[in-house]
């Protein structure tokens, strides 16, 4: 498990640089959020505030290259989370390590909604009801990755101090 961890976090690190560089241009003072920005555009209008003045191949490159950041993070996420459900003795805490385990994995389906619906919206095909799925998938999204990271963070502590049942540490391979 230690080695999934280390191949998957690398990756998903990798790429979320990789999206950050590629996608400083996307950065400016109508939208300081950058891509982040686009997945909220709740209306026409702000979906047009924010696509003004950005280069199209930057939008669709952002885009495209999230869909390979897309596994790696959620695998990562998964991975961790399972792994901290081990270190708990608390069932309920296990449980929730379990569940957030595969929450990770919600969390990438919705943003490979939100990725088709964005790319649709770039190309001029959306309604008011695609922004607003765009913008559910990215809050649900956003919600259930805070959640697995605080999980993941409270699970921390206990990550060196605890065995498994079977003697070896959780991390291990």
């Known amino acids: 498990m230690k080695t999934r961890l280390i191949v998957f976090g690398s990756l998903a690190a990798l790429f979320f640089f ?3 560089v590629q996608g400083a241009n ?3 003072e109508a939208t300081p959020l950058g891509i982040i920005n686009l997945e909220f555009a709740s209306t ?3 979906l047009n505030a924010v696509l003004f ?6 939008v669709k490159a952002n885009i495209y290259i999230d869909f390979v950041f897309i596994p790696f993070y959620v695998l990562f996420f998964s991975t961790a989370a399972l792994a901290c459900s081990r270190v708990w003795k608390n069932s309920s805490m296990q449980h929730a390590g379990k569940s957030l385990s595969k929450a990770a994995y919600v969390a990438g389906v919705l943003d490979l909604i939100e990725n088709k619906f964005m790319l649709d919206s770039f190309a001029g095909s ?3 009801t695609t922004l607003l799925i765009t913008n559910l998938c990215a809050g649900a999204k956003f919600l259930l990755l805070i959640v697995v990271i605080l999980y993941i963070v409270i ?3 206990f990550i060196s101090s605890i065995k498994t049942n079977d003697g ?3 991390l291990e391979n």
Do not use: C, K, V
């Open 26 to 28: 996307l950065i400016t």
């Open 18 to 20: 990789i999206l950050r």
């Open 53 to 58: 003045g950005w280069p199209n191949a930057d």
């Open 155 to 157: 699970s921390i502590p």
């Open 44 to 46: 026409a209008e702000e």
């Open 168 to 170: 070896n540490q959780p």
């Open 126 to 128: 959306f309604s008011d």
